[in-house]
Nanobody, 127 residues
């Protein structure tokens, strides 16, 4: 069983920056992603990375502001969040899967159901 541990959530001012980290207890994960859920809202994908080639996908609302990256040696994925807005306030969850062979054509990367492992979440508040 793979464990994901998030850190880095905190409060930030509008226009500020935060960096979230997600450490995995195992390697051989094909895709890792950050999702977020605001109160009363459905959980939505923020960014996804293919761990094999480091290619990435982003939700339209964060393009140009957020960057997902990885440190393979540390089995860690990061989410650098810049130019934060109040709408970014949410619980942020790290997710991962070892399936799909690293192929973007095989994974529904926006879907929660595509990911097998989840972290506990870290709160981000922007005001």
């Amino acid at each position: 069983h793979v464990q994901l541990v998030e850190s880095g959530g905190w409060s930030a001012q509008v226009g500020g920056s935060l960096r979230l980290s997600c450490s995995a207890s195992a390697d051989a994960l094909m895709f890792m992603a950050w999702f977020r859920q605001a109160p009363g809202q459905k959980r939505e994908v923020v960014a996804t990375i293919s761990t094999g080639g480091s290619s990435t996908m982003y939700h339209d609302s964060v393009k140009g502001r957020f960057t997902i990256s990885q440190d393979k040696g540390r089995n860690t994925v990061y989410l650098q969040m810049n130019s934060l807005k109040p709408d970014d306030t949410a619980m942020y969850y790290c997710a991962a899967t070892g399936e799909y062979g690293g192929s973007w054509s095989c994974i529904s990367y926006r879907s929660e159901e595509s990911f097998d492992y989840w972290g506990q979440g870290t709160q981000v508040t922007v005001s």
